[in-house]
């Protein structure tokens, strides 16, 4: 099982920047899959930014061109830097971690949460 930690939330005026961090601990071969989730208040989470082993990235489209997730394999960390923030980009964000094979998903792990605010 893996534990992950998230950090960097806070409140930013639209047109900010904010940077997350994910740190997971335990057994992380037990993963190939790390990314980030959010959920607004009356919605479903949603996917925002996934990151593999390979360091290949996939981007929910609202969030394209402005958010770049990325990885430091050596402290387990991964990173959402959100430059150009609006204010629906207001959520809870969470990290996810989990392996995925050609016969699904399995050992996930999902953060606390960390709350994001954009707002003037």
């Known amino acids: 099982q893996v534990q992950l930690v998230e950090s960097g939330g806070g409140l930013v005026q639209p047109g900010g920047s904010l940077r997350l961090s994910c740190e997971a601990s335990g057994i992380i071969s037990s993963i190939n899959v790390m990314g980030w989730y959010r959920q607004a208040p009356g919605k479903q989470r949603e996917s925002v930014a996934t990151?593999?082993?390979?360091?290949?990235?996939t981007y929910t489209d609202s969030v394209k061109g402005r958010f770049t997730i990325s990885r430091d394999n050596a402290k387990n960390t991964v990173y959402l830097q959100m430059n150009s923030l609006k204010p629906e980009d207001t959520a809870v964000y969470y990290c996810?971690?989990?392996?995925?094979?050609?016969?699904?998903?399995?050992?996930?792990?999902w953060g606390q949460g960390t709350q994001v605010t954009v707002s003037s």
């Open positions: 990151i593999n082993m390979g360091g290949s990235t």
């Open positions: 996810r971690a989990y392996k995925i094979t050609a016969w699904g998903t399995s050992n996930n792990s």
